[in-house]
């Protein structure tokens, strides 16, 4: 049975106990002079919590624990040559035994009885072969039987999940059932499972930051034993040399302070554009636009942010590049009469144009909630003493609403930072360092995609450096956001 069957019964379990613990609460009545404790929709949630809450704990449980005892169990039954060999030799073979498990799983009934421990792995690779099922040809007879052992024994597993889990379902229905009485505190019980469940949501955004810390720290502090920090945060030239694992050669040249140069540089290029046309855009719809224009213009101007980044990538590439290229050929043949292009396609300027698009939409909405959450008294008092339009958005408006405008900008900040597949097709892969924002540079985030690329073993230099370069780029970032957060409590107006 599959698991998602299996959660489908513990519902239906779940939804049975509720309806009949709702018609005890009812038939139930209470003495004189008692009053019943909670209601009867709380008795029939404290009945579902019982039959469903530990079963799928129970269930999640086991389809952790299950593959990890299999697969312990079904190693330890490997021939001693295997075992005697490196771990990446019996990962390897673990897998070759489970895909033959799995094709196992794939052959009808009658084809699948006719495979025994002593058939040759041969006949089984044919006999897989047949049914489309791909096969690695590195198995040897001693997989067979293991093969088949796998299967029985996650087989058994998932019989003995699925009635245990539908068992518990069951008796913690009908214990919560029985449990049901005139002074239950139902109420307060199931108000405390929904808390639990309010926290542990709430968890999962703490326990991902964590683990994405710890499984980059563990990794950047491997290639910091190898190279030095002070080569990597103050080296100017960027320039690892790939070398085989094991290599004991020249690791190359891990020099930072280029990548970050241009994950800057390109930023603040987007940003100079994007947030002065972001920030007009929002005074516009929120002080001079008419409600038809602003449920028109808003919602428009929000549709860049659901574009993908590929496709502004493609249009960098396919369009702008070649149009500033173009143009600046244009206008150095018109002064010099040479139509060499100074401007080239890929470059700090055209990736800067085209991330300052996406960012508009960001930018602009944010701040046009920010202005508009400045309370209405304020435009009023300063039009009632006879200020303009304008001089109340630049008097009034704006200095209220400042710190959530620099908080806005600080966070827009961060998600430039960020951009790859913007960066990679507008301004190129090259890790230069120059001022010259028509020549192509490169940011951390391309980097990180560079070095993680193809088949690669994550204990080289070459590698390891794209983990020191995306915590060193998640400090950047966390650094802006307490920055925008600090900027916003020390600043922020209270209204009434």
């Known amino acids: 049975m599959s698991t ?16 009949l613990g709702y018609q005890r609460s009812r038939s139930q009545m209470a003495p004189e002079g008692m009053r019943p404790h909670s209601r009867p929709i709380y008795h029939a949630s404290f009945v579902a919590s019982w039959a469903i809450i530990p079963s799928l704990l129970l269930l999640a449980a086991w389809l952790v624990v299950s593959p990890i005892v299999i697969a312990a169990d079904v190693r330890g039954s490997f021939p001693e040559g295997v075992l005697a060999e490196s771990q990446l030799t019996e990962d390897l073979a673990y897998g070759i035994v489970e895909s033959l498990g799995t094709g196992l799983q794939v052959l009808p009934a009658d084809e699948r009885q006719t495979v025994t421990d002593t058939t040759p792995v041969k006949d089984l690779i044919d006999l897989l072969r047949q049914r ?85 720290l563990f990794e950047t502090v491997d290639f910091f034993s190898r190279i030095s920090a002070a080569e990597f945060f103050f080296g100017t030239t960027w320039e690892p040399r790939f070398s085989n694992v094991g290599s004991t050669g020249n690791a190359g040249s891990f020099g930072f ?23 007009f855009a929002a005074i516009y719809m929120a002080e001079y636009a008419s409600n038809r224009t602003r449920s028109f213009v808003k919602p428009l101007l929000e549709v860049l942010a659901g574009i993908p980044t590929i496709v502004y990538g493609f249009f960098a590439l396919v369009t702008v590049g070649p149009f500033l290229r173009d143009l600046s050929a244009q206008v150095s043949g018109l002064l010099t009469g040479d139509y060499a292009s100074f401007i080239q396609a890929q470059s700090v300027l055209t990736a800067g144009l085209v991330m300052a698009i996406m960012l508009i939409p960001f930018v602009s909405s944010l701040s046009d909630d920010i202005i508009t959450s400045v309370p209405g008294s304020l435009r009023d008092g300063s039009l009632g003493l006879g200020a303009t339009r304008s001089e109340t958005v630049k008097r009034v408006i704006l200095p209220a609403a400042l710190p959530g405008i620099v908080s806005a900008i600080l966070l827009t900040a961060s998600r430039a930072i960020g951009e790859t597949m913007i960066v990679v097709l507008a301004a190129g892969v090259a890790a230069n360092l120059t001022l010259n924002p028509l020549e192509p540079m490169t940011t951390i985030t391309v980097k990180i995609v560079a070095q993680l690329t193809g088949d690669l073993e994550f204990d080289t230099p070459q590698t390891l450096v794209a983990f020191a370069l995306g915590m060193t ?19 922020k107006e209270q209204y009434e």
């Open 132 to 216: 489309g099922v791909p096969v690695a040809s590195a198995s040897t007879d001693w997989m067979v039987p293991m093969a088949l052992h796998l299967n029985a024994m996650q087989f058994w597993s998932r019989l003995a999940m699925t009635a245990v889990v539908i068992a518990l379902a069951l008796g913690g229905a009908y214990w919560g059932y029985r449990q049901i009485a005139v002074r239950l505190r139902a109420r307060n019980i199931v108000e405390s499972v929904v808390k639990g469940a309010l926290i542990a949501a709430s968890s999962i955004a703490v326990l991902t930051t964590v683990g994405i810390v710890f499984s980059m």
């Open 257 to 279: 302070i280029p990548l970050l140069a241009g994950t800057l540089y390109i930023g603040f290029v987007a940003m100079l554009i994007a947030v002065p046309i972001g920030l």
């Open 4 to 19: 998602f069957t299996i959660i489908l019964i513990v519902l239906a379990i779940g939804l049975v106990g509720a309806y």
């Open 473 to 491: 780029l998640f400090v950047i970032t966390l650094c802006l956001n307490i920055y925008a957060l600090y900027i916003v409590r020390k600043y």
